[in-house]
Antibody, heavy 116, light 106 residues
Framework: QVQLVQSGAEVKKPGASVKVSCKASGYTFTSYDINWVRQATGQGLEWMGWMNPNSGNTGYAQKFQGRVTMTRNTSISTAYMELSSLRSEDTAVYYC?????????WGQGTLVTVSS | SYELTQPPSVSVSPGQTASITCSGDKLGDKYACWYQQKPGQSPVLVIYQDSKRPSGIPERFSGSNSGNTATLTISGTQAMDEADYYCQAWDSSIYVFGTGTKVTVL
């Protein structure tokens, strides 16, 4: 069965970077885009960007351009999302999701807390 | 930037029909999908490509998209349908979520 398993919760200081992983199983990793979405507590869903695991091509939401980097390691079927220059407003649950146009499969979410 | 607007809340009695709208400029020219999210859980896709239901999603969930508005309809609403619902549009590799609607089953 398809699974996306994300790394554990993180606590970071303002100005630091965080790298969240998303390990895929149950399908051919390079066949489907991986997207990243975040959700602050009590707030809505916010799309951050996509990555094609086959080519490594990426597309980022304008809001995160210059601060987010999405990469992958195909040998271990894992996608990564790194967000830099963290500020308190980046405190949120970060999700990975598989697909193009719509997303059936989602990771369980990773809580990133930014606090001094 | 492109924006999708939803009503903040919708209330419905058990067994009745709930309709949730999602408004955006020429939304009907794009594909829309809908996600259900319950507290503490990851979102679940309930409608994709305007009106298609993924495997395992009950028939009471249906969707439409025309003009500037996409609509999610829940017929015969059940208590288990109480959740937040988000529309999403996709165009040229850019994704946008709606503002979200809390559905309360009274």
């Amino acid at each position: 069965q398809v699974q996306l398993v994300q790394s554990g919760a993180e606590v970071k200081k303002p100005g630091a970077s965080v790298k969240v992983s998303c390990k895929a199983s149950g399908y051919t990793f390079t066949s489907y885009d991986i997207n990243w979405v975040r959700q602050a507590t009590g707030q809505g869903l916010e799309w951050m960007g996509w990555m094609n695991p086959n080519s490594g091509n990426t597309g980022y939401a304008q809001k995160f351009q210059g601060r987010v980097t999405m990469t992958r390691n195909t040998s271990i079927s894992t996608a990564y999302m790194e967000l830099s220059s963290l500020r308190s407003e980046d405190t949120a649950v970060y999700y990975c999701a598989r697909g193009l146009g719509y997303w059936v499969y989602w990771g369980q979410g990773t809580l990133v807390t930014v606090s001094s | 930037s492109y924006e999708l607007t939803q009503p903040p809340s919708v209330s419905v009695s058990p067994g009745q029909t709930a309709s949730i709208t999602c408004s955006g400029d020429k939304l009907g020219d794009k594909y829309a999908c809908w996600y259900q999210q319950k507290p503490g859980q990851s979102p679940v896709l309930v409608i994709y490509q305007d009106s298609k239901r993924p495997s395992g999603i009950p028939e009471r969930f249906s969707g439409s998209n025309s003009g500037n508005t996409a609509t999610l309809t829940i017929s015969g609403t059940q208590a288990m349908d109480e959740a937040d619902y988000y529309c999403q549009a996709w165009d040229s590799s850019i994704y946008v979520f709606g503002t979200g609607t809390k559905v309360t089953v009274l």
